[in-house]
């Protein structure tokens, strides 16, 4: 159980381009999802916290209008990377909760922008 | 450019040693710790739990030691496998809500 995916799992966009990531619960209602993006070799950084049916709410120094985050219902989540550049290089990873403490995350989209 | 922190610590151990990874955490309010492992390529996997009312907690070839006085979490691997190769994470949770805050992270390499 708590399976958590992620869809695409590779993407390579222009640069200007924009590029949406979706993140399903496959298994069980996620009232709360999270986005992390991730550099190589180094650890996850929380970009952003979602629940369902309201607005995500951002970390500090991630711009919302630039990584908009649906949450529309209880089994989906959407990143979408608006105007992508190639610092936006990147894997980024979700994770969904049910609630409780623990965070089943998905097996992350590497995107590369060009 | 190279930034600062970009090279993991890395813990290298012979097939069958026992391996210590290591984990500082910051927030003394934090209820709740986990380990994850991950794996090239991977989202993180969860390997072990441990709340802030316990100091030791077992799990199928793995530990997991609490110390709150000095903020440190330990997690010991017993009879190392090549597949245990990946990079460790240990995560707290310092809201009592679900987020969770990583640590750097450490690479375990196993050699057969």
């Known amino acids: 159980g708590a399976v958590v995916s992620q869809h695409p799992s590779r993407v390579i966009c222009k640069s200007g381009t924009s590029v949406k990531i979706e993140c399903r619960s496959l298994?069980?209602?996620?009232?709360?999802m999270f986005w992390y993006r991730q550099f190589p070799k180094q650890s996850l950084m929380l970009m952003a916290t979602?629940?369902?049916?309201?607005?995500?709410?951002?970390e500090q120094g991630v711009e919302k209008d630039k990584f908009l985050i649906n949450h529309a219902s209880l089994t989906l989540s959407t990143l979408t990377v608006t105007s992508a550049h190639p610092e936006d290089s990147s894997f980024y990873i979700c994770?969904?909760?049910?609630?409780?403490?623990?965070?089943?995350f998905g097996p992350g989209t590497r995107l590369t922008v060009t | 450019g190279e930034s600062v922190g970009l090279h993991l610590p890395t813990l290298s151990v012979q097939e069958g040693d026992n391996s210590i990874i290591n984990c500082a955490y910051s927030?003394?309010?934090?209820?709740?710790f986990i380990w994850y492992k991950q794996e090239s390529g991977k989202g993180p996997q969860f390997i072990i739990d441990?709340?802030?009312?316990?100091d030791k907690r077992q799990g199928q070839r793995v530990t997991v030691l609490l110390n709150k006085t000095v903020k440190h979490l330990s997690l010991q691997i017993a009879a190392t496998q090549p597949g245990d190769s990946a990079v460790y994470f240990c995560?707290?949770?310092?809201?009592?809500?679900?987020?969770?805050?990583f640590g750097k992270g450490t690479m375990l390499l196993v050699s057969p």
């Open positions: 994770s969904a909760s049910g609630g409780a403490y623990e965070q089943y």
């Open positions: 298994d069980f209602q996620a009232t709360t």
């Open positions: 979602s629940n369902e049916g309201s607005k995500a709410t951002y």
């Open positions: 927030n003394s309010a934090s209820d709740y």
């Open positions: 441990i709340r802030s009312n316990m």
């Open positions: 995560a707290e949770n310092p809201s009592g809500y679900s987020t969770l805050t």
